[in-house]
């Protein structure tokens, strides 16, 4: 079976960092690339960022861009995200999820919640 | 960046109801179009993608419709385990937008 499942979320201080990890199983990792969306409290779905199969290419929402940095190790299965200087429109959960261009995004975590308050 | 704009933002409706679902582009993004259904507490889940495919697992109720900047999702006879939010989100180009949502509630 497919799954991506995070964890690392938990409540930091304003400018504060913080690492999510997202461990993947049930498909070949290193063949696909990997995206990180969030969501504010009672709020819609926004995007974060995506890196590729290899790791050699990323993009980055503006929100976030020199702040937050992904990246994955294909020995571990695993995907990653550093938080940096975190914010409190930062807060939100935090979905770890397996898409692409033409076929949407499939596979999605259960979600690990990022509160950023003093 | 390709803002997504969802209409209604909300709607109410009955069981057994066709609900049609509108999401424009502010530019073409080709068939690059996708919806979500997320219901409270819950990750998305993906109904249909490249704006008329059919996820595996979906019921057929669920379809998916348009190219370019006009897109519909509908939903042929709306059941109780329906009642969510409804995204679209274009994946044509980085960064990936979704629209607002569409919040289907009981009338």
Known sequence: EVQVLESGGGLVQPGGSLRLSCAASGFTFSSYAMSWVRQAPGKGLEWVSTISGSGDVTYYADSVKGRFTISRDNSKNTLYLQMNSLRAEDTAVFYCAKGSKPSGVGVWGQGTTVTVSS | ?107
Do not use: H
């Open chain 2, 1 to 107: 960046d390709i803002q997504m704009t969802q209409s209604p933002s909300s709607l109410s409706a009955s069981v057994g109801d066709r609900v049609t679902i509108t999401c424009r582009a502010s530019q073409s993004i080709s068939s690059y179009l996708n919806w979500y259904q997320q219901k409270p507490k819950k990750a998305p889940k993906l109904l249909i993608y490249a704006a008329s495919s059919l996820q595996s697992g979906v019921p057929s109720r669920f379809s998916g419709s348009g190219s370019g900047t006009e897109f519909t999702l509908t939903i042929s006879s709306l059941q109780p385990e329906d009642f969510a939010t409804y995204y679209c989100q274009q994946s044509y180009s980085f960064p990936w937008t979704f629209g607002q949502g569409t919040k289907v509630e009981i009338k």
